[in-house]
């Protein structure tokens, strides 16, 4: 009978344990589904803040306009550049142009909330490579920018804004962002 009791015993212990490591492992997904949860609510959160910075182009595509629609100020703007893309039937024609401010440089240290500041766009060169005929334009400004919680972000034109963590290596300067002609 004693053999009988302990082997009860045994198969009672092994089902608590297996139940013990079952609840724990439950937990533990549980835990990490919510934290994931919790980090895409908090980058999306970041990201809704980042999305509150607009730039458009002037309808004669010499002049971008940069609005902070946020709350809060933003910092180190930078108007990289403007990306003009032609389509026409005989395929897309890309343009990437550098802006030039009336005070020579191409950034802003702080623009507060409300605020907006304008960049010319030089479309001098370039566009006397481009033929006539149908054409519809796509221009999308290039900015990266400071939030006020001092996270780094990019955006272009209309695009989702992306954060950016290496600095070096995700922003090109703007003085580097020369106008360059690439057919598809």
């Given at each position: 009978?004693?053999?009988?009791?302990?082997?009860?015993s045994?198969?009672?212990?092994?089902?608590a344990?297996?139940?013990a490591?079952a609840?724990?492992?439950?937990?533990s997904?549980?835990?990490?589904?919510?934290?994931?949860?919790?980090r895409?609510?908090?980058?999306?959160?970041?990201?809704?803040k980042?999305?509150?910075?607009?730039?458009?182009?002037?309808?004669?595509?010499?002049?971008?306009?940069?609005s902070?629609?946020?709350a809060?100020?933003?910092?180190?703007?930078?108007?990289?550049?403007?990306?003009?893309?032609?389509?026409?039937e005989?395929?897309?024609?890309?343009?990437?142009?550098?802006?030039?401010?009336?005070?020579?440089?191409?950034?802003?240290?702080?623009?507060?909330?409300?605020?907006?500041?304008?960049?010319k766009?030089?479309?001098?060169?370039?566009?006397?490579h481009?033929?006539?005929?149908?054409?519809?334009?796509?221009?999308?400004?290039?900015?990266?920018?400071?939030?006020?919680?001092?996270?780094i972000?990019?955006?272009?034109?209309?695009n989702?804004?992306?954060?950016v963590?290496?600095?070096?290596?995700?922003?090109?300067?703007?003085?580097?962002?020369?106008?360059?002609?690439?057919?598809?």
């Amino acid at each position: 009978m004693t053999d009988l009791w302990d082997a009860l015993s045994a198969v009672g212990t092994c089902a608590a344990t297996v139940v013990a490591v079952a609840i724990a492992t439950f937990d533990s997904r549980r835990n990490r589904r919510k934290e994931s949860e919790q980090r895409l609510e908090e980058t999306d959160r970041e990201k809704e803040k980042a999305r509150t910075v607009i730039a458009e182009v002037d309808h004669d595509l010499t002049k971008a306009h940069v609005s902070n629609f946020g709350a809060s100020p933003i910092l180190n703007l930078e108007v990289l550049g403007a990306q003009i893309t032609i389509t026409r039937e005989s395929g897309d024609q890309e343009f990437h142009y550098r802006p030039r401010c009336e005070r020579g440089q191409y950034g802003w240290q702080v623009v507060g909330p409300g605020q907006h500041v304008t960049a010319k766009i030089d479309l001098e060169q370039g566009l006397v490579h481009v033929t006539p005929g149908p054409e519809i334009y796509d221009v999308m400004i290039d900015v990266v920018f400071t939030d006020a919680d001092g996270r780094i972000w990019k955006r272009l034109g209309d695009n989702q804004p992306e954060r950016v963590t290496d600095v070096e290596r995700q922003v090109p300067r703007a003085d580097t962002y020369r106008s360059r002609n690439r057919p598809h």
